[in-house]
């Protein structure tokens, strides 16, 4: 028996790597993602463009126009010389950020009374946007903070951050963990969403069903390949995280792949589910698509789980995704071990059991 499903996974695994298209898509994802997501897919503002209306030209505005220009975020700093310029610049999306420099800067300055600069944001870019604003806001603070401490009255209360698990908040760090998840969904789901639809668009279904094999067995058969792929797949992504992209990995290998195993295996639940109720490959691959967008938007990966509507917030804790970024992000940053991981990890186990029975079921069932 044990001789039979090897033979089927062997199977498996040699059509997945035989058919051109097959391969593509097991290898293409991996190359293309862990290529661009650590420099395209990224909130950090380095190179924006910030717009300056100096209403003041004395020379406290002159200094801060001057430190705002040294800023790593704004490289390029446009002078406009009017209210109706500064808006036109931001109108034309040629500025992120823009500033109005009141007349009586300087003056406020030197008398040490409070004065404010007036931010404009582009909405339409709304998170790029607010860090821009906030590096500008602490050039501005710090600014202000030296000139009182200079001329000896007490500095303005301020807020001294640390940034925990990242410190230098390099974004790769948080991508690439998550880009491990994204990978292994991929390779768990295409695997065993397009295996059953193969067979069945191939003819060879009835085949199998009459060899020697159960349907339990058949599921395994179907099911061990694509966790090997996943595996492989997950692991060129913690490799190349670790020692090219310098990413920090303080947690257990044996934890992360044991919480990669229960992952990978509730994603095989649903792609069985998938592959049961499609005729062809085309309509299980579009059945992956319509699974992995909704499960990446309930994840948390996009925004944060508790700023969704409840029901969606239901919804996110029946995503397997949702549990398995938090546990390889604690694992990668954070050095969680089995008993930090375990309220995730769980949840998991029981997503496991249900879309695995669902998808026994279901086979059963189309086959009977």
Same mark, same amino acid.
């Given at each position: 028996?044990l ?9 498996? $695994? ?15 994802? =991996? ?66 950020l823009? $500033? ?8 406020s300055?030197?008398?040490g ?21 906030? !590096?500008?806001?602490?050039?501005i603070?710090?600014?202000g ?13 301020? $807020? ?13 760090w ?12 991929? /390779? ?13 668009e191939?003819?060879?279904l ?54 990669? $195993?229960? !992952?990978?295996?509730?994603?095989? /639940?649903? /792609? ?15 059945? =992956? ?6 499960? =990446? ?30 546990? =390889? ?10 008993g ?8 998991m ?20």
């Amino acid at each position: 028996m044990l001789t039979r499903l090897l033979t089927l996974v062997k199977k498996e $695994l040699q059509l997945a790597f035989r058919d051109p298209q097959s391969r593509r898509l097991l290898v293409l994802p =991996v190359v293309l993602q862990l290529a661009l997501f650590p420099f395209a897919a990224t909130l950090e503002v380095k190179n924006a463009s910030l717009a300056v209306f100096n209403e003041d030209q004395g020379a406290a505005s002159a200094e801060l126009v001057q430190r705002l220009a040294r800023a790593r975020a704004f490289p390029n700093v446009v002078t406009v010389h009017s209210q109706s310029a500064l808006a036109a610049v931001v109108a034309r999306q040629d500025v992120l950020l823009a $500033l109005d420099i009141p007349e009586n800067f300087s003056a406020s300055i030197a008398a040490g009374k409070p004065t404010e600069v007036l931010a404009l944001i582009d909405g339409r870019r709304s998170n790029s946007a607010q860090i821009a604003t906030g !590096y500008a806001q602490a050039v501005i603070e710090s600014y202000g903070a030296e000139i009182a401490q200079a001329r000896g009255r007490p500095v303005p209360t301020g $807020l001294v951050v640390r940034h925990r698990y990242n410190p230098n908040l390099e974004y790769r760090w948080f991508m690439l963990p998550v880009l491990v998840a994204i990978i292994t969904t991929l /390779g768990s789901l295409i695997v065993t969403a397009l295996s059953i639809a193969r067979e069945r668009e191939q003819g060879t279904l009835d085949q199998l069903l009459v060899s020697p094999l159960t349907p339990g067995l058949i599921m395994v058969g179907k099911t061990v390949p694509a966790l090997l792929i996943a595996f492989g797949q997950a692991t060129v992504i913690t490799l190349a995280a670790v020692f090219v992209y310098r990413v920090p990995f303080l947690g257990s290998v044996s934890l992360l792949y044991m919480s990669m $195993l229960c !992952y990978a295996l509730s994603l095989a /639940g649903f /792609g069985l589910c998938i592959s049961s109720l499609c005729e062809t490959q085309q309509q299980a691959f579009l059945g =992956v698509f319509a699974f992995m967008v909704p499960a =990446v938007m309930l994840s948390g990966f996009i925004g944060p789980v508790e700023n969704m509507p409840l029901v969606f917030q239901v919804l996110s804790w029946i995503d397997p995704l949702t549990h398995f970024i938090l546990i =390889v992000k604690g694992i990668f940053l954070k050095g969680h071990g089995f008993g930090t991981v375990w309220p995730n990890l769980w949840p998991m186990l029981l997503i496991t059991v249900g879309t695995m029975t669902s998808g026994f079921w279901m086979f059963r069932r189309r086959v009977a």
